[in-house]
């Protein structure tokens, strides 16, 4: 066995210029931290679903945006002054701070990694200072199948965060949680690589399925990220595949 000081551990591999690290323009606009691209094989915190991690990366903020804009379109049950969003997988908190733009009642983040946890409170302290958050935020840390979701309309926000075992855990969890209870519940999901998973899901129904453009801005930062991966192991295309779905009960 071999013994990893405090600095090892809490170092991820991909944030780094030597890692392949490029800086995202939302960063360099707001003085935060958010870019990065970090394999989830160097996600570790110790819980037993750290294996299932995918990786961490920040959304484009044009797709977040775009998909966030259609949601609104989709007749949501309660005006948005209602409803919590939740970002599961909140990474260093980049889909939290875009949300905190808009006047949801609270925005919640919830991250598995401690070093990501952290990076992502001292984004939130930035965005206060900044002025831009309209809204109550918070990064929660512990793994998303543990988490209540609170009282109320919720929006959930996913990219792509872990894969099928841990997603069908935490679909069971909700649908328990969300049986004959009266709020609403939905599910905005970006890179839906496990669209089958929802669709087998009972209580669930897809509103949206299709292809959501970066912005010329967005794609270019990207397209230049994943170029400069050492192990060129993600890629991106011009679009990110995303689904909007509703608990139907
Ligand atoms: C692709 S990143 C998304 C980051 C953020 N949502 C955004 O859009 O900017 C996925 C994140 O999910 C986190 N994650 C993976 N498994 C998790 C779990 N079981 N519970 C909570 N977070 C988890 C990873 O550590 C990673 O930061």
């Known amino acids: 066995m071999t013994t990893r000081t405090v600095a090892e551990r809490r170092r991820l591999l991909g944030l780094k ?10 960063d360099e606009e707001f003085g935060v ?13 110790g819980h ?3 294996r299932h991690a995918t990786a961490y990366y920040g959304v484009a903020p044009s797709v977040f945006r775009a998909l966030v804009r259609r949601w609104q379109r989709s007749r949501p049950a309660a005006v948005i002054e209602e409803f919590s ?3 599961v997988g909140a990474g260093m908190g980049r889909a939290v ?7 949801f009642r609270q925005v919640l983040g919830v991250e598995l990694n401690p070093t990501l946890t952290r990076i992502a409170r001292r ?12 809204t109550p935020m918070k990064i929660i840390s512990g793994d998303a199948v543990e988490f209540r979701l609170p009282a109320g309309p919720c929006l959930a926000f996913l990219f792509n965060p872990f894969g099928a075992p841990v997603m069908r855990r935490l679909l069971t969890a ?6 004959g209870r009266p709020a609403s519940l939905d599910i905005l999901y970006v890179n839906n690589e496990l669209e089958s998973v929802l669709e087998r899901q009972p209580g669930f129904a897809r509103l949206f399925l299709g292809q959501i453009r970066r912005s010329r801005a967005d794609a270019i930062a990207d397209h230049k990220i994943m ?7 993600y890629a991106s295309a011009n679009y990110e595949d995303c689904s909007i779905w509703r608990w139907v009960g």
Not at 17 to 26: E, K, S
Not at 97 to 103: F, G, K, T, Y
Not at 125 to 130: E, G, I
């Open 48 to 50: 037993r679903h750290d």
């Open 33 to 45: 931290r958010t870019s990065g691209l970090v394999a989830g094989r160097h996600l570790k915190s």
């Open 174 to 179: 909700w649908s328990k949680a969300l049986a």
């Open 97 to 103: 701070l875009l949300a905190a733009e808009l006047p």
């Open 17 to 26: 210029v030597g890692d392949g690290f490029t800086r995202h323009p939302f």
């Open 85 to 87: 969003f939740i970002d």
């Open 227 to 233: 170029a400069n991966q050492p192990e060129r192991e």
């Open 123 to 134: 984004n939130l302290t930035v965005w206060r200072a900044l002025g831009r958050a309209r």
